[in-house]
């Protein structure tokens, strides 16, 4: 079993940075793949980023890439996702997940799944 907690949202203005962290608990995480989503108001929940476990991969969608950077810490039982030159699109809750056997944009391949922090860029 692994509990995921998210910290670090917050609210930013636009063009600025956060730096999210899911702490994790459970000796699993270090050994399987984990990722970011998100799900803004009204909407469906998207995929943002993923790692492989010992963090030799990372894949990110498309809106994101080249301004998010995903990481972990397998030492620390952290993952992290870096977010620079945010706008209001990014804003949503963020949710950090965890135990997919591979790097995985889809929800279903994860087993465990943070309560999610929230990211807000004002317009």
């Known amino acids: 079993q692994v509990q995921l907690v998210e910290s670090g949202g917050g609210l930013v203005q636009a063009g600025g940075s956060l730096r999210l962290s899911c702490a994790a608990s459970g000796r699993t995480f270090s050994s399987s793949a984990m990722g970011w989503f998100r799900q803004a108001p009204g909407k469906e929940r998207e995929f943002v980023a993923a790692i492989s476990w010992n963090g030799g991969s990372t894949y990110y969608a498309d809106s994101v890439k080249g301004r998010f950077t995903i990481s972990r810490d397998n030492a620390k039982n952290t993952g992290y996702l870096q977010m620079n030159s945010l706008t209001p699109e990014d804003t949503a809750v963020y949710c950090c997940?965890?135990?997919?056997?591979?790097?995985?944009?889809?929800?279903?391949?994860?087993?465990?799944w943070g309560q999610g922090t929230q990211v807000t860029v004002p317009t």
């Open positions: 997940a965890a135990g997919a056997p591979s790097l995985s944009a889809g929800g279903y391949s994860y087993h465990y």
